[in-house]
């Protein structure tokens, strides 16, 4: 069935390492991707989002890549700070119309 | 920067009850969402709106479930007969358009005893 997942439940980082976060789908007609950061007590936050016909997208600190061979993407995180310490979800679309199927979220710890 | 915004922070009712749950979406928002989240777990769908008419539902969405606009700023989530098993996380989401991203209010915890 369709499903978005996410490889890690739990991430252990050093403050001032680089990050990097994956996750799996598997509807082929998922077009549209986002990452969102969650913390504790509070609703999803959006940070970065990327569309099939690109590979790369780069933010502030984050990069996404997306590679639709193995519809596989990540997230990374360049000099995780421990504000960044929260769950990450990924989150597709499909047909960029609707819905989020959100996976289950990895918790980012960040570590002095 | 406009935020969507949620009413109450925390509900709780007792099972068989009605609640409404309230929702201010950005204001130049066209599409309107609703999720759920129970505790530890994943952020999963209920309803998309739009033109004043639902226009997806997933199937946790039964007839217990509601949605209405009843003006130009309020999105309300209604469940006419809470079961235990409603007691999560709800939160409520907004765009501007299809393929856009959706940015989701801080949401309302609701706890059915």
């Known amino acids: 069935g369709e499903s978005v997942g996410l490889h890690l439940p739990t991430l252990s980082v050093q403050e001032g390492d680089n990050s990097i976060i994956n996750c799996a789908y598997s509807?082929?007609?998922?077009?549209?991707f986002i990452w969102y950061k969650q913390e504790s007590g509070k609703g999803p936050q959006f940070i970065i989002d990327i569309r099939s016909n690109m590979d790369k997208r780069q933010g502030q600190r984050v990069t996404v890549l997306l590679n639709k061979t193995v519809k596989h993407l990540s997230l990374q995180i360049a000099a995780t700070q421990p504000g960044d310490s929260a769950v990450y979800f990924c989150a597709a679309q499909r047909n960029s119309w609707g819905k989020l199927q959100f996976g289950a979220g990895t918790q980012v710890v960040v570590t002095p | 920067e406009p935020e969507v915004t949620q009413t109450p922070s925390h509900q709780v009712t007792q099972m068989g009850q009605e609640v409404i749950l309230r929702c201010v979406p950005i204001?130049?928002?066209?599409?309107f969402y609703w999720y759920r989240q129970i505790l530890g777990q994943k952020v999963e769908f209920l309803v998309s709106?739009?033109?004043?008419?639902?226009?997806?539902k997933s199937e946790i969405f039964d007839d217990q479930f509601s949605v209405e606009r009843p003006d130009g700023s309020n999105f309300t989530l209604k469940i006419r007969s809470t079961k235990l098993e409603d007691s999560a996380m709800y939160f409520c989401?907004?765009?501007?358009?299809?393929?856009?991203?959706?940015?989701f209010g801080p949401g309302t915890r609701l706890t059915v005893t």
């Open positions: 204001s130049n928002h066209l599409y």
């Open positions: 509807n082929s007609a998922s077009d549209y």
């Open positions: 709106f739009y033109n004043n008419e639902i226009s997806e």
């Open positions: 989401a907004s765009s501007v358009g299809q393929g856009f991203e959706q940015y």
